[in-house]
Structure formats: C-alpha cells, structure tokens
C-alpha cells in the first residue's frame, strides 16, 4: 500500500501537496484556454461598453440581475430557437467580471438587446407582473426615480482599462482605438470624455422616456438593449464558429 | 443486534500505535466501490480517444468521434465532435422535418393556408411557440393587448392594417407610433371640446354645444387632427392613426374612466402630451421570412384579422 506517513507527518509538505492536489482541475480545464488559439474567435463589432451601458451593467449587478438571468447562449437547438445565435467569447472579451451566470429563474438575456422596445423594458423592471402575469421578477420601481450618479465614471473606465479592456487615456490609446473600432466608438471609449459621453447618450437615446433627467433606468435599459447586438451574424456563414472548435 | 454483529467483527488495524495504546483501523473500502471507481477510470482514458480532452500547447488532442453536417451553402464538412457541430447537424436533421411544411407555407397564398388542416396545425402548434416568446410580452398571451402598451390584436380594429399582407409587413419592419403634442396649440378648453366630439361617437352624454365646437376645431386649420386621423375620424392605416369613432382605446383608457369628466381628462392628456411610443421592434433579423409569414397567419387567425 502507499505509505503517505511521511505526508501526514510534514504539515508544510502536506498543504503544498493539497493544493497541487485542488488546482489540478483548474489547471486542466481553465489554464490551457489562455493558450489555445481560437478559444477567443475573430469576429467584429465587439466593443468594449459605452460609459452609460457601463453604469448599466453596475446596475445589473448591484441588483443581482445575474442570480436569475444567464448570459451564455449554449449551443443547443432549443436554446438557438428560443435565444438565438449561440454565445461567442469573443462577446464577453471585454466583460470583467462575465456575466454568464449559472441559474436561469428568469430567461437567458445574452441576446435580449432591441428585442423589445425602450417602453416594454421600462414597464416591465418597475412592474414585471403589468405584462408577464406568470413572471416572479421582484419590481425595480427605484431604478425610474433615482438619479444615475455618474460622478466616478472616469474610475471605473480606468480600473476597467487596467484589466486589458481599451479604454483610453492617451493619445496614442485613443489612435489604436480609431484603427480597431472607427472614430465613433473610438470616442465613445476616451476616459477623458466619458461624462459627456454619458450624457449624451442618454439625451439622445431618452431609454426611460424622460429627457429632464438621467435615471438609473436610462442606464440598465442601454445596457440591456446593447446585450447580443454587436455581432452582426448575418456578415458570417452559419458554420463559420465551428472551425474554432 | 447491530451492536453484536460489529462486535463479531474484529478489524484488523494498521499497526501504527501513539502514545502506547491508540490504534488506527484499516477498514479497506468495499469491492463494489473499488470496482466502481476503477471503471469510471476506464471510462476516462476510452473518452478521451473519442472527444476532445487533453490540452497540448496551442492546440488540443480532438478526439476519434467525427461531426457531418451541411452549411447553409450546401457543402457538407467532417469535422471532429464538437458541440457547434452538433448543434449544425441536429439543426440540419429538424429543418429538413420542417421543411416541407415551410416550404408549402412560402408557397400557398395566405388565404389558402388556414384552409388546409394540416398546415393549419402547423401554423397553429409552431405559431404558438413563436407568439408565447416574440408577441405575448407585449401583446400578452392570446393576443388581448395592454391599454396604454400594445394593442389587441383579437379585435377587427387594426392601425396598421389587418389584411395578411399589411400584419406581416407589421411583424418584419416594426412600428413606432407617433402623435404631435398640442400643449402648446390649443388650450385647455379646446381640448375638451376635442375630447367630447371623439366621446360623442360612443354615445357618451356630453355637453353637444361642445362637441359641436370641437367637430369644428377637429376639422379647422388650428388644430388640424383631420390630417391624420382622416375626416371621418376613422384613422389612416398608411400613417398609423388611430380610428377615434369605435369604442376602442388604446392609449386614452376610456373605458375604466367612470365620469365623463375623468373619460375627458384620459383623451386630453394624449393630446396635450402627443405620443411617442407604441414602438414595435423589427422583427427581420430575429426571425425567417418563413416564420413571419407563418406568424402573419397566426395573428390573422386570433379573431381578428380582415
């Protein structure tokens, strides 16, 4: 038999060993995916968030959206009818942290961006039951009356841009931007303009139906009405993400 | 009994002793477990030869198991298992089954479809499914609408039409109604005049001398109402306008008022405010032409289509 005597009786040797012994799947099932070409496909049109779609998805999370809703497209013929395209990773290449979730109480929202209108996204998170009587989605009733407080967008985006997503502060960062994204998105993506950005954005957009104001609801619709949408997969063959595989 | 049974038992120990008398057990784990958990080991090592399993550099080993499936050109591909693959083969497997009835849907003219039982199942099985998802969150279940969100589409009364053609041009391009508001135009009492002349065709008790006044104002320069809700105040389907002489509210909830003042006061607040809403999402790049005509004939067949 094996004689672990000698581990069970060095306790530094016994705490390396359970931690080799716990990180194995890790290791094994996440470490590679850094490494494997192809685990992010190439694709275009995913952009990192505009500031106000950023706030909306703080929103999404301090609410605990994602205890209920998913955001992970599995590739299965029920969920490709009912959702749509199947989820790419290269869609939450610039989402820290992902939002995939690993419950569904309520149905998947990867793709829920301009399925329905500002107006139906409105009316339902202040009162769900209005118009899915079935839903047991709680009312977000505040999201309408609170002002949206914008005031650290700028250190949000810098935090974000630590983390590899190209927010830029420079320059020669907001350069790079224009070549990869466009001067529209490049702009949408300068720190230094975010409070304006923002702004506008929910000016022109009126997510909530109210211009006088910028709500909390202004932000989580823009978010919720970007979510799915920045692939355009009627540009690829329906086979194209199999080759990543 | 228990107790006499563990005591006619005598395990043997590992023959480690502490502090002079503590002993350890060595009680081995039942066969059928060992075997259990050799098997599961055999398992592993055949299922990593056939799937995808172990990570080599910037590759991965890809497995014996191979994917056929057709894309959308026509070639059909061998590929390694994976799970898109799959989902393109069994996707290939359900369209082809749904195929003939698609196909005979593209081809029979919308009248024609609902008399034909077995594509009128189709319709009415596959059209279920796509409403429950797509319509009812606004339209609701069963297409009864909302007041002051979406409207019923199991009455004869349509803003855009209620002919198959005009309810799938609805479904693939969308819809945004809009209304100018008249704040600004016309003043308060005015605005009850309007609003008598439109209850008067319901027959609601209201002062005539206003009504009268506000068929004049409805039909003049000033307020202007007739450019798009037509003459006869029976709307336009081209613009969207809404039919103001049936009893059919979308937007001003007329029925729940219960005085007239209050029914005055819902009709007035649309035209002070106008409308910028009534938005319907287009449908185009979410669903087939297939499934929005097959749509188009569902809704028709609500009750209310013409």
């Known amino acids: ?245 | 009994m228990s107790v006499s049974k563990q005591q006619a038992h005598v395990p043997q120990t590992t023959g480690h002793v502490w502090d002079g008398d503590l002993q350890e057990y060595n009680n081995p784990l039942p066969n059928w477990w060992l075997i259990a958990f050799y098997t599961t080991v055999v398992f592993a090592l055949v299922y990593w030869f056939i799937y995808p399993a172990w990570p080599i550099g910037g590759s991965y080993t890809k497995g014996f198991a191979t994917i056929t499936y057709t894309n959308d050109k026509g070639e059909t591909k061998t590929v390694p298992w994976n799970t898109r693959a799959l989902l393109m083969a069994e996707t290939n497997k359900a369209e082809a089954m749904q195929k003939p009835y698609f196909d005979k849907i593209a081809s029979t003219p919308f009248e024609q479809i609902a008399k034909d039982p077995e594509l009128n199942s189709f319709v009415l099985s596959a059209g279920k499914t796509l409403f429950s998802d797509n319509c009812a969150p606004c339209h609701q279940q069963g297409g009864a609408g909302k007041v002051g969100f979406a409207p019923n589409l199991t009455d004869d009364d349509w803003l855009y039409g209620g002919h198959f053609a005009q309810i799938q041009q609805t479904i693939t391009n969308g819809r945004h109604g809009y209304m100018p508001p008249f704040a600004t135009v016309l003043d308060d009492k005015q605005m009850t005049e309007l609003a008598d002349y439109i209850l008067s065709f319901e027959k609601i008790p209201v002062d005539p001398a206003s009504a009268k006044a506000g068929d004049e104002l409805f039909h003049s320069e000033t307020a202007a109402c007739y450019y798009c809700h037509g003459a006869n105040a029976k709307g336009r389907q081209v613009i969207g306008s809404a039919n103001l002489t049936d009893s059919i509210w979308l937007w001003a909830n007329v029925p729940d008022a219960k005085t007239v003042a209050d029914k005055e006061d819902a009709i007035k607040t649309v035209i002070r405010g106008g409308l910028n809403k009534g938005v319907m999402p287009t449908w185009k790049e979410r669903l087939s032409p297939d499934q929005i005509k097959l749509l188009a004939v569902y809704v028709h067949d609500l009750g209310g289509g013409q």
């Open chain 1, 1 to 245: 038999m094996f004689k672990h005597e000698w581990l069970e009786t060095n306790i530094g040797l016994l705490a390396v060993a359970t931690m080799l012994a716990i990180s194995i799947g890790g290791l094994v099932e996440i470490a590679p995916l850094f490494f494997i070409k192809g685990t992010v496909e190439k694709v275009d049109g995913v952009r990192p968030y505009t500031p106000l779609e950023l706030r909306g998805r703080d929103i999404y999370q301090r609410e605990g959206c994602y205890l209920c809703h998913s955001q992970m497209i599995r590739p299965f013929r029920d969920e490709a009818l009912r959702y749509g395209h199947y989820s790419l990773a290269a869609e939450s290449q610039y989402d820290h942290p992902f939002q995939w979730g690993s419950k569904r109480t309520g149905p998947d929202l990867a793709r829920v961006g301009k399925k329905y209108s500002n107006e139906w996204m409105v009316q339902h998170l202040v009162s769900p039951r209005s118009l899915v009587p079935q839903s047991v989605m709680p009312n977000f009733p505040w999201l309408l009356t609170t002002q949206l407080d914008y005031s650290d967008i700028k250190e949000r985006m810098r935090a974000l841009r630590v983390t590899g997503v190209p927010y830029s502060l420079t320059k020669a960062e907001y350069d790079a931007n224009v070549k990869k994204f466009g001067a529209d998105t490049a702009n949408m993506l300068d720190i230094n303009q975010a409070e304006k950005n923002l702004v506008k954005q929910a000016q022109d957009g009126n997510y909530d139906g109210d211009r006088s104001n910028i709500s909390e609801m202004d932000a989580l619709v823009a978010y919720l009405q970007v979510l799915g949408t920045m692939v355009d997969f009627r540009k690829y063959d329906d086979d194209e993400f199999v080759k990543y595989r």
